[in-house]
């Protein structure tokens, strides 16, 4: 068993948490995940509105006795959501575990940490990790370059940033990004981490709620497979390489580049939601990692992670032996 500060913290199996994933971080994902012994996440703007995201918590809570979290993520959208709104069901749903990520999270920080909340934030910086840290944050979720959707605009890989925040911080970090093996995990626990979060991976599970057709995309999916957009709105996004995708880019490179408002319709969230539920992948705009290459097939979230841990007991237990004398 891999114990660690994040499983002692949040009382799970596994050092794994399932990312806020946009569209797929739906109840039966996360009780699945919870169910497996990680931490399951529910993704707040998912739901349209805060009583869908009450309702999605109670789902949650009959599909899992397990503990798992909500995902508020702050970035620039197309409509303003109500995040206090979201923030205020999920406390008076019984949450007690929150994903916050983007920009400044303070006042939902503060707020959660009121109810006696734990927080994860993810960011993808040192100099971000350490501000939220002073908010009291209890885990920092340092996502590197690899990662799906919004990674910054600094481009460092995990490998560096893990080693750096070794050296820098005070408190319990997870790796995020690139991670969809045991090996990964153990790599991460070696480079200080308390667990991972992982995103890509999940989706091509039997419980993650996209088309099948996605899915079978994935697996033949290589780690050249995703590009990054919204480059130049400094809002850079890695999401699958597709026609849409390839599209924002081609406007993006035009000389002055784009205005949002000539990107929003191929880019808008909705449009992205229907590749999931049509399985057509060039529907819209999806977000993927570059764990895209590591992942060759749709197994359960209980084979999965079992297989994970696995793979990462082996791996530390392989290392150990390298030491002599
Ligand atoms: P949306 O339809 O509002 O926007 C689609 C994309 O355009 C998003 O990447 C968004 O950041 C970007 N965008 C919107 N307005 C912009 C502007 N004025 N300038 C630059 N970029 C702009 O997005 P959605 O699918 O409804 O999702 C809601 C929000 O939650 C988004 O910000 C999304 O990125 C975020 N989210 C991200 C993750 C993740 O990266 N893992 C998970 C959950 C939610």
């Given at each position: 068993m891999l114990v660690t500060a994040l499983t002692k913290l949040l009382n799970?199996?596994?050092?794994i948490i399932q990312g806020g994933m946009q569209w797929v971080g739906l109840p039966q994902l996360a009780a699945a995940v919870s169910n497996s012994g990680g931490l399951g996440i529910l993704t707040?703007?998912?739901?349209?509105d805060p009583n869908a995201l009450r309702l999605a918590i109670r789902e949650t809570r009959k599909l899992t006795p397990k503990p798992f979290g909500v995902n508020i993520t702050l970035l620039p959208t197309i409509n303003p959501p109500d995040y206090e709104g979201y923030a205020r069901a999920a406390l008076e749903e019984g949450v007690m575990i929150f994903e916050t990520a983007g920009n400044n999270p303070a006042h939902l920080v503060k707020s959660f940490k009121d109810h006696g909340c734990i927080v994860i934030h993810k960011c993808t910086n040192i100099r971000h990790a350490k501000s939220a840290a002073r908010l009291g944050v209890d885990v920092l979720s340092i996502d590197g370059?690899?990662?799906?959707g919004h990674g910054g605009e600094?481009?460092?890989g995990g490998l560096v940033l893990l080693a750096k925040a070794a050296q820098e911080l005070d408190i319990p970090y997870i790796a995020s990004g690139g991670i969809a093996t045991g090996r990964g995990l153990a790599a991460a626990l070696a480079l200080g981490a308390a667990g991972a979060n992982i995103g890509t991976r999940f989706l091509?599970?039997?419980?993650?709620?996209?088309h099948q057709s996605i899915k079978d995309k994935i697996v033949a999916s290589?780690?050249?497979?995703t590009v990054h957009i919204f480059r130049t709105l400094r809002n850079t996004a890695r999401v699958y390489r597709n026609t849409v995708s390839e599209q924002v880019i081609a406007l993006e490179s035009l000389p002055g580049g784009a205005r949002f408002d000539e990107l929003r319709d191929l880019v808008s969230g909705q449009r992205g939601r229907r590749v999931f539920e049509?399985?057509?992948?060039?529907y819209g705009i999806w977000s993927a990692g570059v764990a895209l290459g590591l992942i060759n097939d749709c197994p359960t979230c209980e084979e999965l992670l079992r297989r994970m841990e696995r793979e990462a007991e082996e791996a530390i237990k392989g290392m150990a032996e390298l030491v002599q004398g």
């Amino acid at each position: 068993m891999l114990v660690t500060a994040l499983t002692k913290l949040l009382n799970i199996r596994i050092p794994i948490i399932q990312g806020g994933m946009q569209w797929v971080g739906l109840p039966q994902l996360a009780a699945a995940v919870s169910n497996s012994g990680g931490l399951g996440i529910l993704t707040a703007l998912t739901q349209p509105d805060p009583n869908a995201l009450r309702l999605a918590i109670r789902e949650t809570r009959k599909l899992t006795p397990k503990p798992f979290g909500v995902n508020i993520t702050l970035l620039p959208t197309i409509n303003p959501p109500d995040y206090e709104g979201y923030a205020r069901a999920a406390l008076e749903e019984g949450v007690m575990i929150f994903e916050t990520a983007g920009n400044n999270p303070a006042h939902l920080v503060k707020s959660f940490k009121d109810h006696g909340c734990i927080v994860i934030h993810k960011c993808t910086n040192i100099r971000h990790a350490k501000s939220a840290a002073r908010l009291g944050v209890d885990v920092l979720s340092i996502d590197g370059f690899e990662c799906a959707g919004h990674g910054g605009e600094e481009d460092i890989g995990g490998l560096v940033l893990l080693a750096k925040a070794a050296q820098e911080l005070d408190i319990p970090y997870i790796a995020s990004g690139g991670i969809a093996t045991g090996r990964g995990l153990a790599a991460a626990l070696a480079l200080g981490a308390a667990g991972a979060n992982i995103g890509t991976r999940f989706l091509c599970t039997v419980e993650s709620p996209i088309h099948q057709s996605i899915k079978d995309k994935i697996v033949a999916s290589k780690e050249q497979d995703t590009v990054h957009i919204f480059r130049t709105l400094r809002n850079t996004a890695r999401v699958y390489r597709n026609t849409v995708s390839e599209q924002v880019i081609a406007l993006e490179s035009l000389p002055g580049g784009a205005r949002f408002d000539e990107l929003r319709d191929l880019v808008s969230g909705q449009r992205g939601r229907r590749v999931f539920e049509t399985g057509d992948p060039d529907y819209g705009i999806w977000s993927a990692g570059v764990a895209l290459g590591l992942i060759n097939d749709c197994p359960t979230c209980e084979e999965l992670l079992r297989r994970m841990e696995r793979e990462a007991e082996e791996a530390i237990k392989g290392m150990a032996e390298l030491v002599q004398g």
